[in-house]
């Protein structure tokens, strides 16, 4: 048995003995009275069950709780008697419990002897012994021992377990009944013992009341008349006066009278009753005394003074009241409530009592007058053998005391007690009877089934009938169901033996079945898979003619610019071709990465407030030459009520809505473009509408998948990834909005980017405009802080800086910035983040903790938006990424500095300073590759990764392209692993050709290299 099966078995057991505890607390009623026991049920249950220490402690607690020492000894000796005979059976046990008990209980009822009849508790006592043996049969009698194995019937079972359930409640109704019964006895014994002390104390009052009443009366009219009161007319009055005295003011009698005229009455000035109405003036009531010489009577002395006219003193009125009325009048009153009552005065003396041994005059203390325990609202007399009930009667001060012995109402309670016991020894039995009667109609169907099963014989047809259970309840039925139709499969068995063979046949083509239906299933996963394999191949297509048509433009220009010796004119137009078309090549990767983002969950987008004019007339800016030049018109245009403002990505919302409008442009071969910002409903709308090509429902339809475009035509004819709509519509909805296209084949199509209302922002940050491509440098004004380790691209960020005509200076590393900061006082710091001795996420913390609060943007190579947002949070206000752009770095610059005329075209001077620059930058490529060769030998992981990352933003921003990507390659490959992979020999090779080739090629063409379109903006 468990840890947790031993637990729970002893709170079981706790329980139990509680339970039989609160029983018997609960059987104690009138004292004198003997109890019906049903606690003892709970230690003779734990003795048949050989739980030794159980029983005794049990029955030594259950006994405890009837709060009376015989008791608890005749409890705990039946504890110990149950343990003794548990082996034995119920009719042993039956038999000998109560021949055990028998001399027990009689001792116990000797030396505490009971108010009820002695034969009667008696027989009482050995009840209970039986009733607890009988009683734990009934309701525990299952295995209790590791010697007896055999496990119990259902019916058994159910009989116990019904029994269980339905002999507490007949245990507990019993004796609630019972106790309601005898306390309702009890306090009707109180009540009329009540009623009897208010008769007699009436009685006593009035009786005495009258003749001082009427004593106080002679006085007055003596007093009224100025001569002594007259005795004979008082006398006739009240019979109940043995005396009757008229004295002096000396206390001489002045008249007298007494029955007989035997003794004689000397002067009262002695007596209280002549002393205290002469001292107070107040009618007086002395204690109780005998006469003198006039019978043996109790008597009371009731006097009270008379005076003269003017209130001197003249003797008083006296009369000696028998009290032989009160005493008969308690006796009749006794007789007839069935109490007793003893009257006392204030000095504890009896006056009158019914009780033997309590002679008139006596002084009595006796603990049976005394108030004792409380039972409910009953009092107990200090002896406890009796109700008493005590009243104080005011004008005199006497005590009466009515006493209601409690012997008939325990002889009572004492019979109906045995009676319940008989009581639940017949119920007890009854609900055995019934709980075995129901359990058997549970039962007795499973037993016929149970005989069934054992007569099967499969040799012999006639076993498997079906079977008929005697049962009316829907399990049964099932059952008797379910046991016929396995009779019923059994007697089949052998026709299906029979046709086992034509079955395996069945199964067999079934089979065959299956396997036809997975091998069509693989076939459909196999041309699956090679469609999968032709978009594969049809994207690689395309892309491929995506890249390699810019690569050819600029390939081919390149070549052109390099034979157009002396001819700036055809120089700047190659250029400038070769600008926009690695410009197409960036826009075609930033889409395949922003799909590779979309795919994988991982594009996150801002949340910020964007001006909706300011935006709208950046792109009529960025559109209106290039719609002029293809002969379109270009409207653009917003409502009136229009928020000032929208909560959205700037950058990834300006994306959206320039691919629309890039499309819009791209297939409208004529007319015109409209580009409309309204309030529709409870949406703001952003729609572009065309009158170009149009398109049918089947190309709708394709068009917002990835990769795909209205038909292999339009890729041929204009070109394109196919991920610009599937990009617009996935950010569209990142940033809480949704993509809408309606578009008929002729007509046009427009496409709508709606946003709820609640996006829409109060006030609208300022929208830098965007500048034209080609326009020159922003005259500005300020100090501006270069810090970069990279000298080449540092002088070549202060040319760029400079060319606006703001003030500049440069540093190596961050503690010079800091330095330089502190002395210098700049209104812009440009920080590279990447930088000996003191990076630029440090420089930019100390230059905040010092107070600086002038903008600093990162330089970094690093364009992750999980990178943007560590610079942003180190106190950086922007980023600028590497390579950097010319025309990027202006806007950056025009964006935290203050204007100081009109932008000026870039001059030759700049251009010939740049193209110095970058001829010292190549100059120095090849020694860079001697250095990062020495690194990746000597396995200096860090140090090469510093090199890498400084060369991939250097070597970009310098127009070396093919050198910054592989630089950026071996960098991820280095960062994706702990140690070099197969594939890094061969990307270090790479990276080394590069640089090298990139240095010695420009070097010999010194002379006739143009600026990079990176350094041209």
Known sequence: MSRIDRRILAWRAALAVLLGVLANAVAVGTPGAVPLLLGLVV????????????????????????????????????????????????????????????????????????????????????????????A???????????????????????????????????????????????????????????RAQAQLSTYVRDHVGE????????????????????????????????????TDAEGNLVDFHAPGASGSVGPVSDRDYFQVPQQTGQPFVSDVFRGRGFGNDPLVAVSAPYRDAQGHFLGVVEGSLSLAAIGRR???????????????????????????????????????????????????????????????????????????????????????????????????????????????????????????????????????????????????????????????????????????????????????????????DLRDALSKA??????????????????????TSILGYAELAMESDGDAQAQREALETIRRQGEHLLAVVNDVLDAGRIESGSLRVEATPIGIAELLRDLRATFSERARRLGLELVVEADPDLPPALIADPLRLRQVLINLIGNALKFTPAGRIEVRARRWGAALVFSVRDTGIGLDEEARLRLFLPFSQADLSTT?????????????R??????????????????????????????????????????????????????????????????????????????????????????????????????DMHMPVMDGMQATRQLRSRGFAGPVVALTADVLAEDRRRFLDAGCTDVLHKPIRRDAL???????????????????????????????????????????EALAGAADRDQLLERLHTLKGSAGTFGFTEVSAAAAELEASLKSRNCAGEDTPDLLAAVVRLMRSAGAGFNADSGTTATSGTLRG
């Open 43 to 134: 230690p003779t249950r734990f003795a048949n069950r050989g739980q030794t220490g159980w029983a005794l402690g049990a029955g030594l607690l259950v006994g405890l709780a009837t709060r009376d020492a015989g008791l608890a000894v005749f409890c705990g000796f039946l504890g110990v008697v149950s343990v003794l005979l548990a082996r034995r059976s119920l009719g042993q046990r039956l038999l000998l419990t109560p021949l055990l008990a028998l001399p027990v209980a009689a001792v116990v009822l000797h030396l505490e002897p009971p108010l009820a009849p002695w034969p009667l508790a008696l027989a009482l006592l050995c009840l209970n012994a039986l009733l607890a043996q009988f």
């Open 136 to 194: 734990s049969h009934l309701l525990f009698d299952l295995p209790f021992s590791r010697q007896r194995r055999q496990l119990p019937t259902l019916r058994s079972l159910l009989t116990s377990r019904f029994t269980a359930a339905l002999a507490p409640g007949l245990f507990v109704g019993l004796l609630l009944v019972g106790q309601w019964y005898w306390q309702g006895m009890l306090v009707d014994a109180a009540e009329q013992t009540r």
């Open 211 to 246: 003749h001082l009443r009427a004593v106080a009366q002679a006085a007055d009219n003596a007093s009224a008349s100025g001569h002594p009161p007259g005795l004979a007319g008082l006398r006739r009055r009240l019979s109940g006066f043995l005396t009757l005295l008229v």
């Open 330 to 520: 308690l006796a009749e009153v006794g007789a007839a409530e069935g109490v007793d009552a003893v009257l006392r005065d204030a000095r504890g003396a009896v006056i009158a009592s019914t009780l033997p041994g309590h002679a008139p005059t006596e002084l009595l203390d006796d603990p049976a007058l005394s108030p004792g325990a409380r039972m409910g609202a009953a009092v107990l007399s200090g002896t406890g053998n009796a109700l008493l009930a005590e009243d104080v009667i005011d004008s005199l001060g006497w005590r009466l005391a009515t006493l209601r012995q409690l012997a008939p109402i325990a002889r009572h309670q004492t019979l109906g007690h045995f009676l319940l016991g008989l009581l639940c020894v017949a119920g007890l039995a009854l609900i055995h009877w019934l709980a075995a009667r129901f359990a058997r109609t549970l039962s007795g169907p499973l037993d016929q089934l149970l005989l069934h099963i054992r007569a099967i014989d499969l040799e012999q047809p006639h076993s498997l009938r079906p079977v008929h259970l005697d049962g009316r309840f829907a399990e049964l039925a099932e059952l008797r169901e379910d046991f016929n139709g396995m009779l019923r499969r059994l007697a089949e068995l052998d026709q299906g033996l029979r046709t086992a063979l034509r079955d395996q046949a069945e199964t067999n083509y079934e089979l065959e079945q299956r396997v036809a239906r997975r091998t069509e």
């Open 530 to 551: 090679r469609r999968l394999a032709d978009a594969k191949s049809t994207f690689l297509a395309n892309m491929s003619h995506e890249l390699r048509t810019p690569l």
């Open 716 to 728: 041929r004819r204009f070109g394109g990834s196919g991920l610009g709509l599937f990009i617009s």
């Open 730 to 831: 996935r950010l569209a909805e990142a940033m809480g909005g949704r993509l809408c296209l309606h578009s008929r084949p002729g007509l046009g199509s427009r496409f709508s980017v709606v946003f709820p209302l609640g996006l829409a922002a109060a006030e609208a940050p300022p929208l830098p405009p965007a500048r034209a491509l080609g326009v020159g440098a922003p005259r500005l004004r300020g100090r501006v802080l270069v810090a970069d380790d990279v000298e080449d691209l540092r002088r070549l960020v202060m040319v760029l800086v400079g060319a606006t005509g703001a003030e500049v200076r440069d540093c190596a590393d961050g503690e010079e910035a800091l330095a330089l900061s502190a002395s210098w006082r700049p209104d812009l710091v440009l920080m």
């Open 890 to 932: 202006h806007a950056l610059l025009a964006r935290h500095l203050p204007a100081a005329g009109r932008s000026v075209p870039a001059s030759s001077a700049s251009a010939g300073t740049i193209d110095a620059l970058r001829q010292r930058y190549a100059a120095r490529l090849g020694e860079e590759s001697t250095q990062i």
